[in-house]
């Protein structure tokens, strides 16, 4: 007997790739919370309705925390966040990936730079205790 | 001291009462004149009817018209003794006081008789148009003043007032009733065989007898008696007319019957009475008024049928709004009236009518009772449903037809809702009692069958595109320039929306919506899980529906859902387009997991994980990598055991049939393709990770199917000749049969294995005219005995019994027991007689 499948219709959920070595085929989830949140990735930010492309994530390059796009923006427009992850204190930057051209994207980018700017700056003036954690944060970098 | 017992001989002691007897002992000089009048008058009654004690027998009107019997025309003598004896003023006062006397006497003994003896009431007429006649006869002789007229007028209607109406002996107000009872109703509702010639001399003789009776100041009394017979008689025709008639007007019926046939003959008396002057057309107004209270008090009393036999009923629901919303424009002799105690139902009243000024007040009464109908109304239909429905007994979709029944019914008889509000109380806080209340409101929203109980729920949710127009202008209540403040009876928490719509009404009920929003997503999460063309408008239509009850943003979860599926759509055709040889096959909906709470939750991690045929999983792995390059970041994970898969399946002697499975039972027969060994259970489970049940309910599916054959319990395998005849294949030649899909859903795994495989025909029933004609021979063996003597008998080319193993067979006997074609005992079989 030969069986012959004319039509398979499965089933799927879709995850964000929250460690950047899994390539997406393993079953193994990670049920992550975003730190500002606190709500699952998968999920949405409080402003977002529809999960997924209209909620992207970011993940955080210096340090191994992520967050909604939308929450990290949040948080780097306030000047008192001086441009550091909120959990870590480190300096924040992400991961590129290949959702290039958003325009959220684009912001956040600016906000890191703008940030960047504020700091540089302020080293100048000889704020030691900024250039300290800019130090420690490019030994982790690098 | 002792006391005397008061009586009327002792009275009659103290103060004595002449006659004119009296007079013809006093000696004047007018005594002659005195003894002509006094020996003309007497015996101061009608002499024939003291002739006999029961004077008229026979209802001849003989007598009637010729009263003249009685009474002597006064000689040339008498008129001038008239005209001596009753000269002046003093003289006739004290005349007329003795002939009222005298005339006492003789009343009170001829009706003390009368009244002992049963007489109809044209009896009753005649007596009195004689006593009339004769004293008005006299009367008109004795040339008196019009006061002493009056005197002896007055005295002597409260002779027959007190004699006919006060003494509780006398029947003449029964009779006076049953005489226009029959004369008036009885007659024109019996036959027409009556002509009509009768019925008018019938009609004229009682004008004649209310002119009479008005004659001698009974007229009120008469009144009332027609009264009472028109009221009773409205009573009668509703009871008999309009009592579990719901589906006709019947109001106009009612006017009509009380204008034609009632209000006629009630008019007669009125003519005579004192306040005949005023508009007559008033108390036309007041029997049509009562009549709608005894229509109304009618419907109280069947109110819960009504509502149940809605919308059959809807006219009688109607026409109780109308008796409800009448106002009878003729309150300008509205009195004040006193209530003291407005518990008293109309119908009690209607007995204590003895004049037509209480018949104006029984009137007002009723004006002032709607709304203590109202009230009865709503406490009735509240008791009733307490009785009948609102009990552990009542099924809930009942209880919620019958609210929605109340709903729509109450509207009808009180627009603004406040009845409504009342009697949906109770049945509300009964609802929040039941448990499936809200699986049977959500359902019956989501109904599209038009035989089902709750469709009506789900025909009211279509029809809020009408409402949505109107809650278009809803303003606040302050900006409001047609607001209109609460009606005066309802309930301080009273809101009208609340009750009147009906969904609102149901889903108002609980607190929060969430429980319903919750139950929605998981009805809604289980149709889109079946939905294999990826198309939602059905579902999209239902939730816009919804969302104009419950609002835009109660339904994040299931917009998130539908989107899923929608895009799902688009990232098939996108990926499709990149890998081209094998995705012809292969689709997959994508889904957000974390809001389809009710289907990723059912999926366990050890059972529903398990693997899929090879290629389909090669095909999803490049699908995946697909979906990671378009949406990066991202990645898919497999749930095999959701969707469904059409398969084909050919057979060696290239029969194909088609199949429409679950995913499990797909993968299951994937590990039959090219197969021609058989397969154990245990494999299939191991390979495919699937737990032992799941297989099992598989396999029992594809066996019944004829795909498969069971060899022995765990055994199994392709059944690629597929001989219809062979096998329980109930599909018949039909090749192409489409099966349709069973236990696809999740979680609704059939347990019903085993019955099953013991229908099956094991292969080895080969053997069975062997092993009969064995027993045949050889009464009873065991089974060993049996393999070892087929061993001899049967050909190879048949079936290689060397091969059998001793507990395979023996399975197959305890088949055949269970067949009833053998019995066992004491480890022997033998043939079952």
Not at chain 1, 109 to 132: C, V, Y
Not at chain 2, 649 to 657: A, P, R, V
């Amino acid at each position: 007997m030969k069986v012959k499948i004319v039509e398979w219709h499965g089933f799927s959920t879709w995850h964000w790739n929250l460690v950047s070595d899994n390539n997406g085929s393993s079953s193994e989830y990670i049920d992550e919370l975003c730190g500002i949140c606190r709500v699952a990735f998968d999920g949405t930010c409080p402003n977002c309705r529809y999960p997924g492309d209209e909620c992207p994530i970011v993940l955080g390059a210096g340090c191994s925390h992520n967050f909604h796009l939308h929450c990290i923006i949040k948080w780097l427009e306030q000047n008192t966040s001086k441009g550091l992850c909120p959990m870590c204190r480190q300096v924040f930057t992400y991961k590129e990936t290949n959702a290039v051209g958003s325009e959220e994207m684009v912001n956040l980018q600016n906000l890191i730079m703008g940030h960047k700017s504020l700091r540089d700056s302020g080293r100048d003036a000889g704020q030691m205790i900024e250039s300290m954690s800019e130090d420690g944060d490019l030994q982790m970098t690098t | 001291m002792t006391s005397i017992p008061l009586s009327k001989d002792i009275i009659d002691w103290i103060i004595p009462c002449p006659t004119l007897g009296d007079l013809s002992s006093n000696s004047s000089d007018i005594d002659n004149d005195i003894g002509y009048l006094l020996n003309w008058m007497q015996p101061y009654f009608p002499p024939s009817l003291t002739s006999n004690t029961i004077p008229v027998t026979s209802t001849s009107t003989s007598t009637i018209t010729k009263p003249n019997n009685d009474i002597i025309e006064p000689s040339q003598r008498v008129k001038a003794a008239i005209r001596s004896c009753l000269k002046d003023d003093s003289n006739q006062i004290e005349f007329i006081r003795l002939y009222n006397n005298s005339i006492t006497i003789q009343f009170n003994q001829f009706f003390n008789e009368l009244n002992n003896s049963t007489m109809n009431f044209l009896d009753y007429f005649q007596i009195i148009k004689i006593i009339h006649s004769y004293y008005i006869f006299y009367l008109q002789y004795l040339n008196i003043s019009p006061l002493c007229k009056d005197i002896f007028t007055r005295n002597l209607n409260s002779l027959f007032y007190e004699n006919l109406i006060n003494n509780n002996q006398s029947q003449f107000l029964n009779s006076l009733m049953n005489y226009l009872d029959n004369s008036l109703y009885n007659l024109n509702s019996n036959s027409n065989s009556n002509s009509s010639t009768t019925n008018s001399n019938r009609i004229i003789s009682v004008n004649e007898i209310m002119h009479t009776l008005s004659s001698i100041n009974l007229i009120n009394e008469a009144n009332h008696i027609m009264i009472k017979l028109s009221i009773q008689k409205i009573k009668w025709f509703i009871t008999n007319h309009c009592s579990k008639v719901w589906n006709r007007y019947l109001l106009e019926v009612i006017n009509q019957y009380i204008q034609n046939k009632i209000y006629p003959n009630f008019l007669i008396g009125l003519k005579y009475s004192s306040e005949g002057n005023i508009d007559l057309n008033i108390y036309l107004y007041d029997l049509i008024k009562i009549a709608h209270d005894e229509l109304v008090s009618l419907r109280i009393k069947e109110i819960y049928d009504i509502i149940l036999n809605y919308p059959h009923s809807s006219q009688a629901l109607y026409e109780l709004y109308q008796c409800f919303s009448i106002k009878f424009n003729h309150n300008n002799y509205n009195q004040q009236i006193n209530f003291e105690d407005s518990n008293n139902s109309s119908t009690n009243l209607i007995n204590d009518v003895s004049n037509l000024s209480s018949f104006s007040y029984l009137v007002n009464f009723s004006l002032k009772s709607q709304s203590y109908q109202r009230t009865k109304l709503v406490d009735n239909f509240i008791k009733l449903s307490h009785e009948k429905i609102l009990h552990s007994g009542a099924n809930t979709i009942d209880v919620i037809i019958t609210y929605i029944n109340t709903i729509k019914s109450f509207l009808i008889i009180d627009p603004k809702g406040v009845l409504l509000d009342k009697v949906a109380r109770p049945i509300r806080t009964y609802l929040k009692t039941r448990e499936d209340i809200i699986i049977k409101i959500v359902e019956g929203l989501l109904e599209e069958d038009d035989k089902s109980e709750l469709i009506e729920l789900s025909q009211e949710l279509r029809k809020i595109d009408n409402l949505e127009k109107q809650q278009q202008i809803n303003i606040d209540d302050g900006l409001d320039l047609n607001w209109l403040p609460d009606p005066i009876d309802a309930l301080p928490d009273f809101k009208k929306a609340k009750v009147t719509d009906i969904i609102e009404s149901l889903i108002s009920i609980f607190d929060s919506n969430e429980i319903f929003i919750s139950q929605f997503t998981k009805l809604f999460g289980e149709k889109l899980i079946k939905i294999h063309n990826y198309d939602v408008k059905n579902i999209e239509q239902h939730l816009n529906l919804l969302k104009l009850k419950f609002g835009n943003n109660e339904f994040t979860s299931l917009d998130i859902m539908i989107k899923d599926i929608k895009e799902s759509k688009l990232i098939n055709e996108i990926i499709k387009s990149n890998i081209n040889n094998v995705s012809e096959n292969f689709h997959t909906s994508i889904l957000s997991h974390l809001y389809w709470p009710t289907i990723i939750e059912n999926i366990s991690e050890d059972g529903d994980l398990f693997k899929v045929p090879n290629n389909i999983e090669e095909i999803f792995t490049q699908f995946s990598k697909q979906f990671s390059n378009y949406k990066s970041g991202r990645s898919l994970k497999f749930l095999p055991s959701l969707g469904s898969v059409k398969l084909q399946l050919e057979f060696n002697n290239n029969k194909i049939k088609s199949f429409n499975v679950s995913p499990d039972k797909a993968s299951i027969i994937s590990l039959f393709n090219d197969q021609h060994e058989e397969l154990s259970a245990e494999y299939i489970s191991e390979t495919l990770g699937m737990t032992p049940y799941m297989v099992s309910d598989g396999l029992s599916f594809w066996v019944k199917e004829g795909v498969l054959l069971q060899v022995t319990k765990s055994l199994y395998i392709v059944n690629d000749d597929n001989d219809d005849n062979n096998n329980n294949n109930n599909y018949g030649d039909n090749e192409e049969a489409e099966v349709s899909i069973e236990g696809l859903e999740i979680g609704s795994v059939t347990s019903d294995i085993e019955p099953k495989s013991s229908l099956t025909i094991p292969p080895l029933n080969i053997l069975w005219p062997n092993i009969q004609t064995l027993l045949e021979n050889i009464t009873m063996l065991s089974s060993e005995k049996i393999l070892t003597l087929l061993k001899l008998r049967v050909p190879i080319e048949l079936y290689d019994v060397r091969s059998l193993i001793i507990n395979d067979f023996e399975e197959y006997l305890d088949w055949l027991v269970e067949q009833g074609k053998l019995e066992l005992s004491g480890g022997f079989y033998k043939l079952k007689n």
